[in-house]
C-alpha cells in the first residue's frame, strides 16, 4: 500500500495528507440549517451536516492531495450516525480514488489487536461470508502495549496489503513526559522507532514499507535523528500549520529521494475559511477556501524539498 | 462514579469485572442459527448474534458481578452493526443496574481526546439540544501522549461524575518492551503511576478517585509495588484466569480495606462452557456456565482478601 501512496504523492507533487477532523463549529450554516431541516438537531443531523461537508472539501481538493485522514474520535462523538459519517466519508474518499488514513490511534493485544486490525484494514468472517467493516488504507496505532500490540495489525497489513502508521513521538507539548525519558542515553521515542524499523523490515513494499510511523511537526530536531534510525518507514507528520510546525521544520523529516514523509494539515485546510487570509472566501465557498489552502500548503510544503 | 462502584462491589461482595468480548466462535449454534435466519450471513446477523449472545449472560451474572467491561474492538469489527450492538449491550447492562467499563484505550491530544471522552463518558452539543453517544461509566485511556492526552478526559470526568482506567502495566508478554524500560532508576510504568495519581488527585470520589489504572494480574510483583505508589486510584486487573493470573497473585493489588481492585474476567466467564469444567452445561446452557464461572470466580478471589 506504501508503493501506492508513494505514486500518488509524486503524480500529484503533494506529500500532503488532508485531515478531516469536522466539529460543528466549522460547519457553514447553509449546511447546518439544510441538515438540521432534514433530521432536527439530532445525533443524525449533525452527521449529515458532518457528512456534506467533508463532501464538499473533497469535491474541491480530490485532485491536490493523495491521502486524506479522517480522525475517528470527531465522528465517534456522533454515536452510530457518527460512526456511520466516517464509513461514508471513508467511501466516498476511496471512490474519488484518495488513499485513506483512518486516524484511530488503536492499540490493544493480541485476539483484540487483531479485532481492531479487522476492523479498520482488514475482512471479518461471517459464516460463510466476509465482509470489510471500514477498509481503510492505512490505520494509525498506539505502540505503549509493544510488539503483542503491532503483530497482529501487521499480519492484516501482509494479508490485504495495507498499511499502519505507529506513534513515535506525538506534536503536543506533553508528548515529553514519557516519549522524551531516557533510558540508557536514548530517549523512548528513539526505542519506539528501533521497533518500528524492525517490525518495518517484516512488511516492506518496494523501497518503503508498510509499517510507517507519527513524529509531530513541532519537534524538528528530533525528526531529523529519527529519520535516520527509520530510513526505510513512511513519517506522517501531524502538527504543521495550526499547531505551530513550519515547512522549514520538515525538510529533516524527508529522505534524500524526496520521499519518506506526508504532512497533515487538518483545520488548516477544512477550517481555512474561518482565517483571516482567507475570509474572502466566506461561509459560503469554504470549500473553496480548503483547495486554496491546499494549493498553498502544496507550495510552501515544496519549497523545501 | 467509583464510589457508586465501590457501593455495588460491596453490596455484591464481588471485585469483579465481567469481560463482554464476544467472538462468533463463542456463541452458540442456537444463537448464531437464529440471527442468521432473520438477518442472513451479514454484519446485522453477526451483530445480533452477539447482542442475543450477551443478553443471555447479562441476564445470567447481573444480580452477582458489580461491572461489565465490554472491548469495543470485538463489536468495531463487524462496523456499524457491530457498533449499535455494543451500544445496544451498554444500555442493556445499565438498565440492570450494571456499571459499564468501556474497554476502549482511547488516547489522542487537545480536542480530539475531548471527542473520544464526549463519545464515551460525555454529552456532545447539537444546536440547542444534547446527546450522550455511548455513555459508558468508565473508559479505559492509553497514557503515552501524556497530560494533554488524560486532561480531556478528567474534565468529563468531572461535569459527569464518570471515570477512567489509565493504562501502567499491561498483562501481554511483550508489555514489558517499553513499560518496563528503566529511566534513572525507574522502569516507565512506575513513571506512568505517578502521574495517574496525580491527575487522579483532581478528581477524588469519596476516598478513592475516579482516575483508576490498568496493572495485569500476570505481574504481581510490579502490582503490589504499584499500589502502594497510587494508594487511592482503583486498580482494573486483567489477566486472570485464560491469560495466566491466579487469585494468589492479586492479594497485593488490594488495599487494606478489602478494596482498590476490580478483577476482570472475559473468556473465563463469556466462553466457560467451552471448558472441560463447565462442559456438562452444553452450548444450550451457556448462560448458566457462565453464572457459575462467575460463582467460581468470586470464591477464588474472595479466598485472598
Known amino acids: ?25 466549522y460547519v457553514p450554516e447553509h449546511i447546518l440549517k439544510e441538515a438540521f431541516e432534514k433530521y432536527g438537531e439530532t445525533l443524525e443531523g449533525a452527521a449529515e451536516a458532518v457528512f456534506q461537508f467533508n463532501k ?46 483512518a486516524d484511530a490511534k488503536r492499540g490493544d493485544i493480541g485476539s483484540t489487536s487483531a479485532a481492531y486490525a479487522t ?75 528501533e521497533k518500528v524499523a524492525e517490525w518495518g523490515s517484516q512488511c516492506m513494499d518496494g523501497t518503503y514499507s508498510n509499517v510507517g510511523c ?11 535523528a529519527l529519520r535516520k534510525i527509520m530510513p526505510d518507514n513512511y513519517i506522517l507528520v501531524p502538527g504543521y500549520g495550526a499547531q505551530g510546525g513550519t515547512a522549514k521544520d520538515l525538510a529533516g523529516y524527508f529522505n534524500d529521494d524526496g520521499l519518506g514523509a506526508i504532512v497533515n494539515s487538518s483545520r488548516g485546510i477544512i ?16 470549500a473553496e477556501a480548503s483547495r486554496q489552502a491546499v494549493l498553498d500548503m502544496k507550495e510552501d510544503i515544496n519549497s523545501v524539498l
Open 1 to 25: 500500500m506504501v508503493k501506492r501512496l508513494i505514486e500518488e504523492i509524486i503524480k500529484k507533487n503533494a506529500p500532503i495528507v488532508a485531515g478531516l477532523d469536522p466539529v460543528l463549529g
Open 56 to 101: 464538499g472539501i473533497i469535491d474541491a481538493i480530490y485532485d491536490l492531495v493523495p491521502a486524506v485522514k479522517p480522525q475517528i474520535a470527531m465522528y465517534e462523538q456522533f454515536g452510530i450516525p457518527g460512526i456511520a459519517t466516517f464509513k461514508k466519508t471513508v467511501d466516498y474518499c476511496k471512490e474519488k480514488g484518495l488513499i485513506v488514513i
Open 119 to 193: 476492523a479498520h484494514l482488514g475482512k471479518v468472517q461471517v459464516g460463510s461470508k466476509s465482509y470489510s467493516a471500514f477498509d481503510a488504507d492505512f490505520v494509525t496505532v498506539n505502540p505503549y502495549l509493544g510488539s503483542d500490540g503491532i503483530n497482529p495489525f501487521i499480519d492484516v497489513c501482509k494479508k490485504e496489503d495495507k498499511g499502519i502508521f505507529v506513534l513515535v513521538k506525538t506534536s503536543n507539548p506533553s508528548s515529553g513526559e514519557f516519549q522524551d525519558k531516557v533510558f540508557e542515553g536514548r530517549p523512548l521515542y528513539e526505542l519506539v522507532a
Open 214 to 224: 507519527v513524529i509531530g511537526a513541532t519537534y524538528p530536531e528530533m525528526g531529523k
Open 271 to 286: 477550517a481555512a475559511y474561518k482565517q483571516e487570509k482567507y475570509s474572502k472566501y466566506g461561509q459560503e465557498n469554504y
